[in-house]
């Protein structure tokens, strides 16, 4: 009998030599002429094992990891093809602490199967939220997902339900869909993986979106450095129009929805939702003023919903389950699961897909292992690059919008980024202020000179030259920033700034001994953002 062999070509496996390990295995089973059914699955988010090789057992999928081609032999050797110890082997996939202590909804198939195999999804419960959602009227579809209580995974949290209802009441000929895939920021790649391992579940969310709200046509705005991604989705909306699932008459409804999927240059200001509807129309991103809100008046001038794929992709397993079964999941306001991303300098890096409510204690050190180098955590950042940089003494702070908004941070996309004891926070805030120069669209005053300002005011405290002054002027610098940015671009890059400041200023030269923490977070620049 043959044996079933995955080894993933997500864009993460493939970059450490997925596609080599793969080659190997079929090269040395023809030589032992062994056989071998090859499947290349999407990752399962144990990115610090990849290549990570699973094979199917009779007891489950056992999986070895990091392999590399040169591995292949003696994995063999060692009867891999049968489940069969090695150094490598990490026993049961599904029984590995970091995989067995999550909570997978949006995930809960990514890494299964083939992403492109439409009957493996349908198998693995693919489609039964649109069928579902198909039988519903769109109020009801909407209620569903309000009384869900998703919020936007993109970064704002703003309730997905009360977005669709506004497009839902919009009157209009043409409606439109967008999936913000163009995830820019800093340590994140949940959009990507879902993308790569199940590509059909955000095809169905955006089905069931269209549904909801009335749409007929449907855009993926993606970038040029998610090539897998690209290729992958378009074959997969390909497959699905040839299934009926997109077309002019979806399964029989007569409902007609379809797809497209395009990309940009890579700039981060075209995840900015009206950037990017700018960019998707052919011309440069460059921030819309709001209102109208693209909810009115968004890709062409027609009402159209924006969400990211996160966001999408929770919607098949909310209508399939039930609103009820999936807030459940989570604390107050924050409801549902967040993949959490692992990134920077932890020695798990990978995804972790947990339900809000849980630290970054938990993360960094039951999931991410403590930081990769073994020197103690100082510092991470929360939220992508304009997210604050959080101290050790804000670890056991639940991540929940609601807790991170008191302490001035925010959970963005949920990346997560750590830093050991070496970081220089001075240079950490710099760098967020040089970051929004670069990637500023340049429509507004406040971010494209403030920002460049913000560069050089940094660089004058931490030279010492004349500080106490400095430290005003960066205050008010990034008042004007916080109250006067057209986005969050501008009005967010404050955040890393200050929080660098408030928890670490011995990094900039401010010498605080002998001054008390809450003194101390008095003495240095730190109001509310
Ligand atoms: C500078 C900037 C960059 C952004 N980048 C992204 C992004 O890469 N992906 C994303 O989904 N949202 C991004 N957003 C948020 C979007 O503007 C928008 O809020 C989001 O796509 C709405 O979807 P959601 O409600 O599902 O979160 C960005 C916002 C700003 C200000
Ligand atoms: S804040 Fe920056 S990125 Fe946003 S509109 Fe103003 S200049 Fe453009």
Known sequence: MSARVFVPADSGALSVGAEQVARAILAEAEQRREPVTLVRNGSRGLYWLEPMVEVETRAGRIAYGPVRAEDVPDLFAAGFLSGHSHRLGHGLTDHIPYLAGQERLTFARVGLSEPLNLADYCEQGGFVGLRRALEMPPDALIREVTDSGLRGRGGAGFPTGVKWSTVGKAVAATKYVVCNADEGDSGTFSDRMLMEGDPYC??????????????????????????????????????????????????????AFDLEVRLGAGAYICGEETSMLESLEGRRGLVRFKPPLPAISGLFG???????????????????????????????????????????????????????????????????????????????????????????????????????????????????????????????????MEFCAIESCGKCTPCRIGSQRGVEIIDRIVAGRERSKNLILLDSLCDTMVNGSLCALGGMAPYPVRSALQHFPADFGIDTSGIAERERTETVPSRRI
């Open 202 to 255: 955000l095809i169905e969310g955006m089905i069931i979106a269209a549904r909801a709200v009335g749409a007929q046509e449907g855009y993926i705005y993606s970038r040029s450095e998610y090539p897998h991604a690209f290729a992958i989705l378009a074959s997969a909306i390909q497959r699905a129009r040839e299934a009926g699932y997109l077309g002019p008459d979806i399964l029989g409804t007569g409902q």
């Open 302 to 432: 027609q009402p159209t919903v924006i969400n990211n794929v996160m966001s999408l992709a929770s919607v098949p397993v909310i209508l399939a389950k039930g609103s009820a079964f999936y807030r459940d999941y989570g604390v107050g306001r924050s409801q549902g699961t967040l993949p959490f991303q692992l990134a920077g300098n932890i020695r798990h890096g990978g995804l972790v897909e947990k339900a809000f409510g849980l630290t970054l204690n938990e993360l960094l050190y039951d999931y991410g292992g403590g930081s990769a180098s073994g020197r103690p955590i100082r510092a991470v950042q929360v939220g992508g690059p304009l997210g604050a940089y959080l101290p050790e003494s804000r670890f056991d702070v639940p991540l929940d919008y609601e807790a991170y908004s008191r302490i001035d941070a925010m959970i963005g996309h949920g990346g997560i980024v750590a830093f050991d004891d070496r970081v220089d926070m001075a240079k950490m805030a710099r760098y967020a």
